[in-house]
């Protein structure tokens, strides 16, 4: 039996020595060999955010193309669209569970979804012709807007002016966008029509919710005043139909992706430089000839340096604003890229595809000037 040792002095204290051979935090080892004997640090990649690995797959919900995916407003959550008619729920961080699958919402392909901006609530149209607002904590669809009479191809969502409603404007084939009223209740007929007078792909509002953009078959933006309830002028360069409209996070910029693999960036300001609007345009993201609707994003970790769109190549293209370049061209899906959103928070993008699943990836944050 050993003696135990003499007693520290009194006021004295214990310390750890910190071990070197520690990793770095925040990094993961990247080793060449499955032999235990064998294996070598070949490289360190350094983590950008808080994923539980560098790219995440969500899989196994949807049974036919992802047609539209998007995160909530606090980046928790993501929501996807499908054409086997259903909508799945995740969680964006560990462990990335499929919370929720809500199959029964419409008869017909969802074509595109939007998160509320201030309740649980979500906003899907569908190719049956209708708008429906479901509760996200219940599952139970609280409203059923039926008055489109053609397949509605997309949505978006805004605070009107200080009266605290939401307003949610809506795009079809029937050649018509109209604005409805969002939240849990509300009238059954929407609060304004416009008549395009051709199919509208796409549809996006204006930072201070009093314009409306509205993409359509005859390669033009319309740019649509809500208080005249009247088109002021059109945004031109595409010469094909665009597909899918984003704003930038400051309100400034239009990022419309096009059947012609051309991008153009929309200089939206009151006051634009350029006569014809175009501020940028970008060449990368291959349309493909299945004429889908290919969904852009803007990046707002950074406040807009960067913009994404998927292409038929089965890719995801990422852009730099300020000079047109291509920064990344993402693989991994085994179909075209339909969907892209940025994290609201961190350098993740969100992939939807028609093979069906998700990819979650961290990119490299924007070299802030």
């Known amino acids: 039996m050993s003696k135990r040792g003499a ?10 020595r910190a071990r070197s051979n520690e990793p770095a935090q925040n990094q993961i080892a ?11 640090l070949i490289r360190t990649v350094q983590r950008t955010s ?11 919900s949807h049974s036919a193309e992802i047609l539209s995916c998007r995160f909530d407003p606090t980046g928790q959550n993501i929501a996807a669209c499908s054409a086997d008619r259903s909508v799945s729920l995740w969680r964006t961080y560990a462990p990335n569970e499929n919370y929720g699958l809500l199959s029964s919402l419409h008869k017909a392909p969802i074509l595109d979804l939007q998160w509320s901006l201030f309740s649980p609530l979500l906003y899907t149209v569908s190719a049956d012709q209708t708008l429906n607002v479901t509760d996200l904590t219940t599952g139970q669809r609280l409203r059923k807007l039926r008055s489109h009479r053609g397949i509605i191809n997309s949505l978006d969502r805004t605070m009107a002016g200080g009266a605290g409603v939401e307003l949610v404007v809506t795009c079809a084939d029937d050649g018509t966008v109209r604005v409805w009223e969002g939240g849990d209740e509300g009238p059954k007929a929407p609060v304004s029509v416009f008549e395009i007078g051709c199919p509208v792909t796409s549809v996006c509002w204006s930072a201070d919710g009093m314009n409306i953009y509205a993409g359509a078959l005859d390669n033009e933006i319309h740019v649509l005043d809500l208080r005249k309830n009247e088109q002021v002028y059109t945004l031109t360069g595409h010469t094909d139909t665009p597909t899918s409209l984003s704003l930038s996070p400051n309100g400034n910029f239009l990022l419309s992706p096009s059947l012609s693999s051309q991008t153009i960036i929309h200089d939206v300001r009151p006051f634009s430089p ?6 940028r345009v970008l060449m ?9 609707l290919l969904r852009g994003a803007w990046s707002r970790d950074d406040g807009g340096r960067r913009v994404a769109v998927g292409g038929a190549d089965r890719t995801v ?3 730099d604003v300020e000079n047109a370049k291509v920064l990344y061209k993402l693989p991994g899906h085994k179909g075209t890229v339909t969907s892209v959103d940025f994290h609201p928070k961190e350098p993740i993008i969100l992939t939807g595809s028609k093979d069906a699943t998700m990819l979650l990836g961290e990119i490299e944050p924007s070299v802030t000037a």
Do not use: M, Y
Request: with cysteine.
């Open 7 to 16: 007693s520290p002095p009194p006021g004295g204290a214990l310390i750890k």
């Open 30 to 40: 990247i080793s060449s060999s499955n032999d235990e004997r064998q294996q070598a």
């Open 50 to 60: 808080s994923l539980e690995a560098p790219i995440v797959s969500l899989s196994g």
């Open 274 to 279: 350029s006569p014809a609007r175009v501020h």
């Open 284 to 292: 990368g993201a291959p349309a493909g000839f299945e004429n889908t």
């Open 317 to 319: 293209c990422i852009w």
